[in-house]
């Protein structure tokens, strides 16, 4: 094990991309606190970083640890606040916090979408990473030493569409500008924020790509992916720069995977 590097939270680190850069950080010395909907993704996430400690729901109490399970849902205001007084308890302050929970709506056309189904997609990918963000800045800017680094999963949708996607795209778009804002209103309190776009790493939600997934000329084409760990390798290499040096956008994805135009 690393130094110890400072204090983490990973959103949605019960699977996939925040699995592995949750366990990234742990190995680089971080302590993590992982937040998620799912308590026992989560607690499986930190046994595999070597240290389960012991989980609980937000505003629960629970002793100290290197990683610190916590159910949150990301798009509840109440939920969220509650979720950094845990951190603010346990670890006493945060360094770096990776907004990475995100869902997606059924792959049909816009006019079938249901508001529903809408909003389900805005709350998690839009409102959650702001409402992470802004608890993320009360903190930074209080703590001593002050600030720290925001780091956005934006996707390859926050360039370009995939058919039928909507509330993705337009929420992934939107982070965009949210990471921007961050990064302009936090500098003067030492706060750097950065995004980083992915396309195709190879994690349960795109193993369906194997089989092929629609194109934009009406086709299905299987695409390529990439492993999941040269995404927590990005990510971890935006986290290690000092507060006076910042990486505002990186896009890491499969060499082959359709982008430019989806084709």
């Known amino acids: 094990m690393a130094d110890h590097r400072g ?4 959103t949605g680190a019960g699977s996939g991309i925040g699995r592995a850069v949750s366990l ?67 670890f006493g302050r945060l360094d770096l916090l990776f907004n990475n929970a995100g869902t ?3 792959a049909i056309p ?4 249901s508001y529903e189904q809408w909003m ?6 839009l409102t959650g990473a702001f409402l992470c963000a802004q608890e993320a800045i009360r903190m930074m800017k209080t703590q001593d030493p002050r600030g720290g680094r925001i780091i956005n999963n934006g996707s390859i949708s926050a360039h370009t569409p995939r058919p039928r996607s909507a509330p993705y795209t ?10 921007k804002c961050i990064s302009l209103d936090g500098r003067k309190y030492d706060i750097a924020c950065g995004q980083i776009d992915i396309g195709n790493a190879a994690t349960a939600m795109t193993e369906r790509m194997a089989g092929g997934v629609p194109q934009a000329d009406g086709s299905l084409a299987a ?8 995404v927590a390798d990005a990510v971890l290499y935006m986290a290690s720069l000092p507060l006076d040096a910042n990486v505002a956008f990186m896009t890491v994805m499969a060499t082959k995977m359709p982008f430019a135009g989806r084709g």
């Open 223 to 230: 695409e390529p992916r990439m492993d999941v760990r040269h």
């Open 104 to 106: 997606g709506a059924p």
């Open 24 to 90: 990234a950080l742990r190995s680089a010395g971080y302590s993590v606190a992982l937040a998620g909907r799912g308590l026992a993704a989560l607690e499986e996430t930190a046994k595999l970083g070597g240290q389960a400690g012991k989980a609980g729901q937000a505003g629960q109490e629970a002793r100290p640890t290197r990683m610190l399970p916590v159910g949150a849902d990301v798009g509840d205001p109440g939920s969220v606040r509650a979720l950094f007084a845990r951190i603010k308890e346990e």
């Open 170 to 179: 337009a929420t992934k778009h939107a982070i965009t500008g949210l990471t």
């Open 7 to 10: 204090y983490a939270l990973v």
């Open 120 to 125: 389900a997609v805005v709350d998690v990918n």
């Open 110 to 113: 816009m006019e079938d979408l």
